[in-house]
């Protein structure tokens, strides 16, 4: 279906009958198939049609009465089209019969004549007004069957005089009949109901015959209530002797409802079922039967009619011209001079014109109905509609009719009412139809075309990096257009350059910040030794959950770096304390492990067990945040591991020769290299002599130790 927009405001849909058609013929065609292959299967043609095909056929009753609804709606819509052609032709007739009386002299047309053509103008334009209103409500009530857009004005792409031929009315009634009643599916789910009910009868009559299966205990009485449990027992106040028991019992029932009769009743009521599944079978086929024959003799008669309409729409537009041919001659008659045909002559053959356009468009829209009346009657049997493709599922009406154009919806729209009537604008400007763009839309002054999608069942990313493969794939634009891609693709892209760049420039601050602190660069980087480990946790826990790289996850691996550098710096600050007062490095990697074992260890797991409620997204929007909590656990663990047994080896591995003097350039540091010297000098005058002990009498640590 072509959709377009009308001038006035409402959009004009254009629908083809032969689209429609040709599907459902197909559909037929299946269905046809699957039936012969059913009861093929069954191995006789009457045999019941199975729970499925039943499910099936009463779909197919229900979906050709919905096609034969849209069908009678698109045929109203068809011969209202028509109507409204024929009278917008009657119409201009009329204008030219007035035009024409007007200008004939007073001797040999009086005034009244004038009068009367007049007032047959304005019938044939509120005839058109009211074959519009038909057009519309015909179209509204189509557009509410297919549930289209209710201000949608359906203009058929057919012609109005269309005649739709799918069964040949010539084919005997009996053969009809036949076969409706082999293809109807409202027979077919009939049967399958005669059949279930033959199938509850069996049922009912083996009823007392098949026997219940009961199981039950006999442990205790009455009738068995506890069939295990302890058990136990004494005298007196003494209870003892406790022990496990269980008694079971099978028994077959025979149940006969009082006496037998009650399943004779319950027989009888079944067998009143099928006889009445039955009836209504029998009554299903009659029905049929008679759709079958009404629907022949409706199309039977449209045909005719359809005939001799035709004749008469000829014979009216002959008399039409030949009225207006003579409206101008004249004859003598004595001394008079007399018109050949006088105006109301002329009137008469324009109102046998309107009626002859009413009496066609009214049997051809008849005929139309009937033949989808006919086909929906015999079942839809695509084998018939195809027996005889030479006929041609479509025929139009003869040369000689008078085409009718399609009616323009831009030009009947009122410019000005006036008290002569109403002005509409075919009357003041050509309207033809062309193509344009629909709609312009611009950005930054410039045209600009959008192709927007919404993806489903992928991430942004993944999106995004189809995008540009495509727009690789589809070559440089050409000259003076540009592509871009807009949407949430270019804030996720600035995000994570942004993010990117913060976790970069973090761990360069983290480092500085520690080359400062450990006054030795070695040390800055076996704390950062522990970003990789996280970074590789982090990924792992995404991989494994199924979570995508997102903000949150982003977030929670920038956390676990925070909290693993804390953790390595807490490890290395004992573990270079330890070699600086005289171990190996080895010895001082272990020991500052084995102290700082307890805190780390409850660190990570405080921290784990607060994000496993996040990770496991509970709650209500919990899985916006899941992702925060499940890239902390993968960052943390992995962390926890490489801090507790790869950082203590890098570090004995970097500094077991490296040097214990401190780089401190400081004079007043004790450890620096140029403490001694400035404390051969005499300490000035001014301000406060430094302490003797090189320990800070507070902290007891040396000013330049870690």
């Excluded at 600086?580 to 084995?594: R, T, W, Y």
Aim: hydrophobic fraction near 45%.
């Amino acid at each position: 279906m072509d959709a377009g927009v009308c001038s006035g405001g409402a959009s004009t849909a254009r629908a083809s009958l032969l689209i429609l058609f040709w599907w459902r013929l197909g559909h037929d065609q299946r269905w046809q198939r699957g039936a012969e292959k059913a009861r093929t299967e069954k191995g006789c043609e009457q045999a019941p049609p199975d729970k499925s095909l039943a499910r099936q056929a009463s779909l197919q009753a229900a979906t050709n009465d919905s096609l034969q609804a849209v069908a009678e709606a698109y045929f109203n819509v068809l011969q209202a089209r028509g109507e409204l052609a024929g009278a917008e032709d009657t119409v201009q007739r009329t204008e030219e019969l007035l035009r024409r009386a007007e200008g004939l002299a007073p001797n040999l047309a009086p005034p009244v004549e004038v009068v009367r053509t007049r007032a047959e103008l304005a019938r044939r334009r509120q005839f058109a007004v009211g074959a519009r209103e038909r057009w519309r409500t015909a179209s509204a009530e189509l557009v509410r069957l297919l549930r289209l857009d209710a201000s949608a004005l359906v203009n058929p792409l057919e012609p109005p005089d269309l005649r739709v031929t799918l069964i040949r009315l010539d084919l005997p009634l009996d053969n009809l009949i036949e076969v409706g009643l082999l293809t109807r599916p409202e027979l077919a789910a009939q049967r399958a109901l005669v059949q279930a009910t033959l199938e509850r009868l069996r049922q009912e009559r083996l009823r007392p015959l098949v026997p219940s299966v009961l199981l039950r205990g006999t442990a205790t009485n009455p009738a068995g209530t506890f069939a295990a449990g302890p058990f136990g027992g004494g005298t007196n106040e003494f209870l003892g002797n406790f022990g496990a028991r269980g008694d079971f019992d099978i028994q077959l029932v025979w149940q006969l409802d009082n006496l037998g009769f009650g399943n004779l009743a319950r027989v009888d009521e079944r067998r009143a079922e099928n006889r009445l599944a039955r009836l209504e079978l029998f009554r299903t086929q009659d029905r049929i039967a008679a759709e079958v024959a009404l629907a022949l003799a409706q199309g039977q008669s449209a045909a005719d009619r359809a005939r001799e309409a035709e004749q008469e729409v000829r014979d009216a537009i002959d008399s039409v011209a030949k009225n207006f041919e003579g409206l101008g001659q004249t004859k003598r008659a004595g001394n008079l001079n007399l018109l050949v045909i006088r105006p109301q002559e002329a009137v008469a053959a324009v109102q046998a014109l309107g009626q002859a356009y009413i009496d066609y468009y009214t049997a051809v829209g008849d005929h139309n109905r009937a033949q989808f009346r006919l086909y929906r009657a015999l079942g839809q049997p695509a084998h018939l509609a195809l027996a005889h493709p030479e006929d041609g599922c479509v025929a139009g009406a003869p040369a000689a009719l008078p085409p009718a154009h399609p009616v323009p919806t831009a030009g009947l729209i009122t410019v000005k009412r006036t008290p002569e009537g109403q002005i509409l604008l075919r009357d003041v400007a050509s309207v033809e139809e062309g193509t344009m763009a629909g709609e312009v839309d611009r950005y930054n002054m410039r045209r600009m075309v959008s192709i927007t999608a919404n993806a489903g069942g992928e991430d942004l990313g993944r999106v995004a990096g189809h995008i540009a493969q495509a727009l690789k794939a589809a070559g440089e634009p050409p000259r003076g257009v540009t592509v871009a891609v807009r949407g949430q693709v270019a804030p996720m892209e600035q995000l994570f350059t942004g993010l990117t760049s913060g976790l970069g420039l973090a761990v360069i601050v983290i480092l500085l910040l520690l080359t400062a602190y450990f006054q030795s660069l070695r040390l800055a980087l076996i704390v950062a030794s522990t970003v990789p480990a996280v970074l590789a946790g982090v990924v792992l826990a995404l991989l494994l959950t199924g979570t995508t790289l997102n903000i949150q996850s982003f977030m929670g691996a920038i956390m676990a770096i925070g909290v693993a550098v804390a953790n390595a710096i807490l490890l290395l600050t004992f573990a270079e304390r330890s070699r600086l007062g005289g171990a190996a490095a080895v010895a001082a990697a272990v020991e500052g492990s084995e102290s700082r074992l307890r805190p780390i260890l409850m660190t990570s797991c405080a921290m784990l067990a607060g994000m496993v409620p996040m990770a496991l997204a509970f709650g209500e929007g919990g899985e916006q945040t899941a992702p925060l909590g499940r890239a902390v656990i993968g960052g943390l663990i992995a962390a926890t591991l490489a801090t507790l047994t790869v950082l203590p080896a890098v570090f004995a591995l970097v500094q077991v020769r490296t040097s214990r003097a401190s780089p401190s350039l400081h004079p007043q540091d004790p450890d620096s290299r140029y403490f001694a010297a400035h404390a051969e000098k005499p300490a000035p005058s001014e301000g406060p002599a430094l302490p003797s002990n090189p320990h800070d009498p507070q902290t007891g640590i040396q000013p330049g130790a870690v």
